[in-house]
């Protein structure tokens, strides 16, 4: 059985195209498209079009959420400033009803279940909670705090644009004779930060385990790498990969001049502001280029959510020079150069 993991397109409708190219040669047995499907970028109607006429399963990620509850209690606090929501605020206006009902209709967690095959358990970032992500080098401890109460071995989330791929093991018990006096550390199941590797032998039961995967982002990747990226499953043998299935992430190359270029015509630069040129800028970079801003608003004195947001990205741009490092690798102005 060979699964295809597809995950956060955010409107980036030529990333998905060459992804679907790659796939029609791969031939994978089944493909799942895990959340964010719309937003930032401008081809979100073409997108869920996309999708829609494709055959794949498709969960619901948290910029859906944001979309869907635009305007009711659910909301996120301040989702009605348009200097800090105005992308969201462009995409209310431009996205179809036709869409936007499909979306509404969407799950928020799957669970898959192959015939032969171990089960999958799939949200876009854990189920119940869609903004929970995960990295390659994140603490074991605080990976296994997030996802203890899955009951499946395989684990399959999306949300932080980075591939993923992990074994985590954690005691099911102590034992008390190590250390008689820390009855504190049994009762609160307490486990070690470093990755635990179970020993040859192993008897069954002795360790839980999960196998916890991120296909990476489609659309806006932001590990340091340009191209579309996703996952293939391969079900494997336990003896062969614990949990029953095998990993290959992808990465597929792709002409990212339309998207970036659309971000002026469409008028999505102008609508946006600051928050809209970090999405360019991540589009470019392919590095969490609204992480750095925030980060370094809180070192240096800065609160874009008490001040005006374009005061801070101002002095943000002018204090490091961050915008010079970004027109150095946009392919649209290297066209114009040329």
């Known amino acids: 059985m060979r699964l295809a993991v597809l995950a956060d397109i955010h409107g980036n409708l030529p990333a998905l195209q060459a992804v679907q190219a790659e796939l029609e040669r ?9 959340g964010d499907l719309i937003n930032p970028m401008p081809f979100n109607n073409y997108v869920v079009d996309q999708v829609r006429a494709a055959d794949m399963a498709v969960v619901r990620g948290n910029h859906e959420f944001y979309l869907l509850d635009h305007g009711t209690d659910p909301a996120p606090t301040g989702a009605d400033d348009a200097e800090r929501w ?19 209709a969407l799950p928020d967690e799957l669970l898959l279940r192959f015939p032969g095959c171990q089960p999958i358990r799939v949200a876009h970032g854990v189920p119940g909670r869609n903004r929970v992500g995960f990295y390659q080098s994140m603490p074991v401890q605080k990976a296994i705090q997030e996802i203890e109460d899955i009951e499946e071995r395989t684990v399959i989330s999306a949300h932080t644009h980075v591939q993923v791929d992990r074994h985590l093991y954690k005691p099911d018990f102590e034992d008390p004779l190590t250390d008689p006096h820390e009855g504190k550390a049994l009762l609160k199941q307490e486990f070690p930060a470093e990755e635990i590797v179970p020993p040859a032998g192993q008897p069954d039961g002795a360790k839980r385990h999960w196998h916890l995967v991120n296909p990476g982002s489609i659309g806006l990747p932001l590990n340091g790498d340009t191209h579309a990226q996703f996952a293939l499953l391969d079900s494997a043998l336990e003896s062969e ?17 339309p998207v970036l270029d659309a971000f002026h015509s469409e008028g999505l630069l102008e609508a946006g502001g600051a928050i809209a040129l970090l999405f360019y800028w991540e589009l470019v970079t392919a590095e969490p280029e609204i992480i750095q801003f925030f980060r370094w608003c809180r070192s240096n004195g800065h609160d874009p959510e008490a001040e005006d947001i374009k005061h801070s990205f101002d002095t943000y741009r002018e204090a490091t020079g961050r915008e010079n490092f970004v027109n150095e690798r946009d392919p649209l102005k290297a066209a114009l150069s040329t």
């Open 26 to 34: 791969l031939q994978p047995d089944f493909v799942l498209l895990n």
């Open 86 to 104: 105005g992308i969201l605020h462009w995409l209310v206006r431009r996205i179809g009803s036709d869409q936007a009902n499909y979306l509404a």
């Open 241 to 257: 990969e614990p949990g029953g299935w095998r990993v290959q992430h992808q990465r597929v190359p792709y002409d990212r001049r």
